[in-house]
């Protein structure tokens, strides 16, 4: 496609559940972020691929977080064992390199854990 | 204190209006400055995109930066209802996406 797209854009689980929240970032990007962005805060960076390999998983805010990217392309933002407080906007944002390139978002995965 | 403050609004002005949105920041070796506009339930799009101090301007859209304050500042000019979003200011040491560090966003609504 022509922009980022994630999915689902939307997804209420209960707390307890394991999600798992996709990213199709734009073609030929090699670079793919996962930002998480909660209610009246900025975006908080989580992890950062170039190709396959995550050099950066500084963001990650727990181990109950995890990242894959497979084929330089996809990538899966895993929460297992939800919490209320992982309740956010899950945006992933692909640009052509880690250096200094326009990054371009998608429109989001709105959690919501009850 | 957060590395960015950025006050959050909600603001509000009449069509027309000059809109001034404003950032601080305490890490002096930021020297790459970023403003974007996000619409309710969308990504983030980049608006402007300065390097070190000095002014740019985009159409409608100025970025001002004052690195001996630590200040940067987006101005709209003659502001339409469509320009309504949340704005967000974003800066970085390298450039490099990866190390972006993003303010709160300040809500704007322009009123026809």
């Known amino acids: 496609g022509a922009g980022v797209s994630q999915s689902p854009s939307n997804k209420v689980t209960e707390k307890g559940k394991d999600v798992e929240l996709r990213c199709d970032p734009i073609?030929?990007?090699?670079?793919l972020y996962w930002y998480r962005q909660s209610l009246g805060q900025g975006l908080e960076f989580l992890i950062y691929f170039q190709g396959n390999s995550a050099p950066d998983k500084s963001g990650l805010p727990s181990d109950r977080f995890s990242a894959e990217r497979t084929g330089g392309s996809v990538s899966t933002l895993t929460i297992q064992r939800t919490q209320q407080e992982d309740s956010a906007v899950y945006l992933c944002a692909s640009s052509a390199g880690q250096g200094r390139n326009t990054i371009y978002f998608g429109e989001g995965s709105w959690l919501t854990v009850v | 204190q957060k590395e960015v403050e950025q006050d959050p609004g909600p603001l509000s002005v009449p069509e027309g209006a000059i809109v001034s949105l404003n950032c601080t920041y305490s890490n002096s070796a930021f020297q790459y400055f970023m403003w974007y506009r996000q619409y309710s339930r969308k990504g983030p799009e980049l608006l402007m995109y300065?390097?070190?101090?000095g002014n740019k301007e985009d159409g409608r859209f100025t970025a001002q930066v004052d690195k001996s304050s630590k200040y940067i500042s987006l101005f709209i000019r003659d502001s339409q209802p469509s320009d309504s979003a949340t704005y967000l200011c974003?800066?970085?040491?390298?450039?490099?996406?990866?190390?972006?560090?993003f303010g709160s966003g300040t809500q704007l609504t322009v009123l026809p």
């Open positions: 300065t390097y070190s101090s």
């Open positions: 974003a800066m970085s040491h390298s450039g490099s996406a990866r190390q972006l560090t």
């Open positions: 073609s030929g990007h090699t670079a």
